[in-house]
């Protein structure tokens, strides 16, 4: 029927087995599952699957199939869609990938997966413990033999499961994975809650695959695509293009009457008044600047930027605002002293935006967890954090304190912006004394959400650590992405505390290639949950749900697992998971 090993790589294996399945398969209650691919994910490519399940009649002689996807393709995984959908319970060491897989590639969902990663968790209270771990905490002597030989091929090679023939190693290193992960079943310790691990479980299991969902009432995340065949939109994204207005009507009339009507002005990001220059601005749904006035021989002058900045205030950051507006207004000078160039930032007055973020902000699991936004310049990360700002206090009534540099959120008025309702705000008179401010607020208002715009200072970051170990919930946002901060000297210790750690000649980890220092974190994160923000991409974000782990992966040389949640124009919201090789 197959190879020695299980190996089941041609259609008539396939066929063999399937029709042992259809007369047998009922009676088969657990199995052992797992995945192997080239960067196993929705987008990668699965090339193999291996179960292992116990059964009187069994066709092989320990229960091990190793189903070979390169070479059965599409058809097969559809001759195979009975055994993945079937009533048996589907054990799986981090079923998340494996889901997204299956899920992404061949839309067939698997039903009734436990994820032993979380029983792990349940047991012990450690998160995303490695399956080795998992091994030695159930029986020490179902070691994985092959676990560290097999790791260290796909660090040398990634693309090795998807070469033929496959090396006898990583054939035996896939063996083992189901076979010991079978046999360490009747040995787990059931005293926890069953009905919880399988809903997590569940959880665990939409997150793989671009899958749509909704929010229920205590804001966790439910799949529609088993619940109904009825599409449920989530509220789209409200843009006031009446605020837009605002700042227009500020711009000299006879300038106005010189624009280009015919330009996505709802869309417009800045305008830039250049002195000597055409004037140009950017738009949110374009890199490229576009000239914005119909005669394309004008140009900025020196009576155009006195009219407009004559009502404005700049303070020392040469910022202003625009009265009873989210708009900000930049200036940059000639050496004499003289405004040589404005630049007209929109800010956006929008309901809706962190409609998918719902569960991050309000479910019972996270309502304690502080956020930080990523993101380039001009990606919407302040008009983000204004958003969770107004939900937190509308929402939740809790007590929301803004720290508030240059009025960038709450706007340049004696009163905070109409749309953030009853926070209250702290203003940061220049950004040398944010820091300050930020220990002000906690020490003096009893917050229990701390908002904080642009961390980019050792001193903001050691405030925000304090702030953190008082018990306040932060949002706040920095310029960059995971990996600049990462990188960045002043901003990294947002990670926690680094320190390098010598190993002696037996203890030197595996991924280290021999180098017997090793960095290694040895404080908590200020941020829990993470959320970058993709220049041009205002309905996505990648979420790394826990800081921690991601940044120990990181030093241990692991591929770091994100959170790709996408929302469509009518407010429809999709799940799925990417995996990324990220180095230091």
């Known amino acids: 029927m197959m190879s020695n090993q299980g190996l089941i790589s041609t259609m008539y294996n396939l066929k063999q087995f399937v029709q042992w399945w259809d007369k047998y398969g009922k009676d088969v209650k657990n199995m052992a599952l797992d995945c192997e691919g080239v960067n196993l994910s929705s987008t990668g490519k699965l090339c193999l699957i291996q179960i292992c399940f116990d059964h009187p009649e069994l066709p092989n002689r320990d229960g091990v199939f190793i189903f070979d996807i390169c070479r059965l393709r599409k058809p097969g995984m559809e001759m195979l869609k009975p055994m993945l959908t079937s009533n048996a319970q589907k054990f799986i060491h981090d079923a998340r990938m494996d889901c997204a897989a299956i899920w992404g590639q061949y839309k067939i969902i698997l039903k009734n997966v436990v994820d032993t990663q979380l029983i792990m968790e349940e047991l012990t209270g450690k998160v995303y413990v490695g399956f080795n771990l998992f091994l030695n905490y159930i029986d020490p002597e179902l070691t994985h033999q092959t676990k560290d030989r097999g790791r260290a091929i796909m660090r040398m090679d990634p693309t090795c499961w998807d070469k033929r023939p496959l090396r006898p190693l990583l054939l035996q290193y896939a063996r083992?994975?189901?076979?010991?992960?079978?046999?360490?079943?009747?040995?787990?310790?059931?005293?926890?809650?069953?009905?919880?691990?399988?809903?997590?479980?569940?959880?665990?299991?939409?997150?793989?695959?671009?899958?749509?969902?909704?929010?229920?009432?205590?804001?966790?995340?439910?799949?529609?695509?088993?619940?109904?065949?009825?599409?449920?939109?989530?509220?789209?994204?409200?843009?006031?293009?009446?605020?837009?207005?605002?700042?227009?009507?500020?711009?000299?009339?006879?300038?106005?009457?010189?624009?280009?009507?015919?330009?996505?002005?709802?869309?417009?990001?800045?305008?830039?008044?250049?002195?000597?220059?055409?004037?140009?601005?950017?738009?949110?749904?374009?890199?490229?600047?576009?000239?914005?006035?119909?005669?394309?021989?004008?140009?900025?002058?020196?009576?155009?930027?006195?009219?407009?900045?004559?009502?404005?205030?700049?303070?020392?950051?040469?910022?202003?605002?625009?009265?009873?507006?989210?708009?900000?207004?930049?200036?940059?000078?000639?050496?004499?002293?003289?405004?040589?160039?404005?630049?007209?930032?929109?800010?956006?007055?929008?309901?809706?935006?962190?409609?998918?973020?719902?569960?991050i902000l309000f479910s019972p699991e996270n309502e304690k967890k502080s956020i930080l936004i990523l993101g380039p310049p001009g990606t919407g990360k302040t008009s983000m954090i204004r958003a969770m700002a107004k939900q937190l206090d509308?929402?939740?009534?809790?007590?929301?304190?803004?720290?508030?540099?240059?009025?960038?959120?709450?706007?340049?008025?004696?009163?905070?912006?109409?749309?953030?309702?009853?926070?209250?705000?702290?203003?940061?008179?220049?950004?040398?004394?944010?820091?300050?401010?930020?220990?002000?607020?906690?020490?003096?208002?009893?917050?229990?959400?701390?908002?904080?715009?642009?961390?980019?200072?050792?001193?903001?970051?050691?405030?925000?650590?304090?702030?953190?170990?008082?018990?306040?919930?932060?949002?706040?946002?920095?310029?960059?992405?995971?990996?600049?901060?990462?990188?960045?000297?002043?901003?990294?210790?947002?990670?926690?505390?680094?320190?390098?750690?010598?190993?002696?000649?037996?203890?030197?980890?595996?991924?280290?290639?021999?180098?017997?220092?090793?960095?290694?974190?040895?404080?908590?994160?200020?941020?829990?949950?993470?959320?970058?923000?993709?220049?041009?991409?205002?309905?996505?974000?990648?979420?790394i749900t826990n800081v921690a782990t991601a940044v120990d992966d990181i030093l241990n040389e692991n591929p770091v697992i994100k959170e790709v949640r996408t929302r469509d124009e009518k407010g429809n919201i999709f799940l799925d998971f990417i995996q990324e090789n990220l180095k230091r």
């Open 176 to 359: 083992e994975d189901v076979f010991k992960l079978y046999l360490a079943l009747p040995k787990i310790n059931m005293d926890f809650s069953w009905n919880k691990i399988l809903k997590k479980s569940w959880q665990r299991k939409i997150r793989g695959g671009g899958i749509q969902v909704k929010f229920d009432e205590k804001s966790r995340l439910k799949p529609l695509i088993e619940e109904t065949e009825i599409e449920i939109p989530n509220p789209a994204v409200v843009i006031y293009q009446e605020e837009n207005k605002i700042l227009f009507d500020h711009l000299p009339l006879e300038f106005r009457r010189k624009l280009n009507h015919d330009l996505d002005w709802s869309n417009v990001r800045e305008i830039v008044l250049d002195r000597g220059k055409k004037p140009y601005a950017f738009f949110c749904n374009t890199k490229r600047r576009s000239f914005i006035c119909l005669d394309r021989n004008y140009v900025v002058d020196n009576p155009l930027l006195i009219k407009a900045s004559e009502d404005l205030r700049f303070g020392s950051d040469n910022r202003a605002c625009i009265v009873d507006s989210l708009h900000r207004v930049v200036n940059t000078k000639s050496p004499n002293g003289d405004i040589c160039c404005l630049v007209f930032r929109f800010g956006r007055l929008m309901d809706n935006l962190v409609t998918f973020a719902e569960d």
């Open 394 to 543: 509308v929402r939740n009534g809790e007590n929301v304190i803004i720290v508030d540099t240059s009025n960038e959120i709450c706007g340049g008025g004696e009163t905070i912006h109409k749309s953030l309702g009853l926070c209250r705000r702290m203003v940061v008179k220049n950004k040398a004394s944010q820091s300050q401010v930020m220990i002000e607020a906690v020490q003096n208002l009893t917050p229990d959400v701390i908002v904080i715009d642009e961390i980019g200072t050792k001193a903001e970051v050691q405030a925000a650590k304090t702030i953190k170990y008082r018990g306040p919930r932060i949002i706040a946002s920095a310029h960059g992405t995971f990996m600049d901060i990462l990188r960045n000297p002043s901003l990294n210790q947002i990670y926690g505390h680094f320190e390098t750690v010598v190993y002696g000649d037996n203890t030197i980890p595996k991924h280290s290639n021999g180098n017997k220092l090793q960095l290694k974190r040895t404080g908590r994160p200020v941020f829990d949950i993470i959320i970058e923000l993709v220049p041009q991409k205002f309905n996505q974000w990648n979420i």
